[in-house]
């Protein structure tokens, strides 16, 4: 299977997202937040960096319940920039 490339609209929607949910983590431990929604730490530190920049929509899920943040406004972040001020 051939994946195409990501756009650079694409790789910065994935950073927004990752923006949103490190401000939504605050001063929680990264390791217990991803064991939390079942994920390695280096899997929440990569999506959080943007350097994985798609993730599964069953990881969104439970990073959305573990962060008790609505998965609507990580859909507005990928999609539309969501401010991370407005997050809070």
Do not use: H
């Not at 994935?14 to 730490?41: F, I, K, N, P």
Request: charged share 25%; with cysteine.
């Amino acid at each position: 299977m051939v994946r195409n490339p990501l756009t650079p609209e694409q790789i910065e929607a994935g950073r927004r997202l990752g923006r949103l949910l490190r401000a939504a983590r605050a001063d929680r431990d990264l390791g217990e937040v991803a064991c939390a929604a079942g994920m390695s730490s280096e899997t929440l530190r990569k999506i959080e960096t943007g350097r994985l920049p798609t993730p599964s929509f069953g990881t969104i899920a439970c990073l959305s319940e573990v962060l008790d943040l609505p998965i609507q406004d990580l859909a507005a972040a990928w999609r539309d920039g969501l401010r991370l001020d407005a997050a809070s």
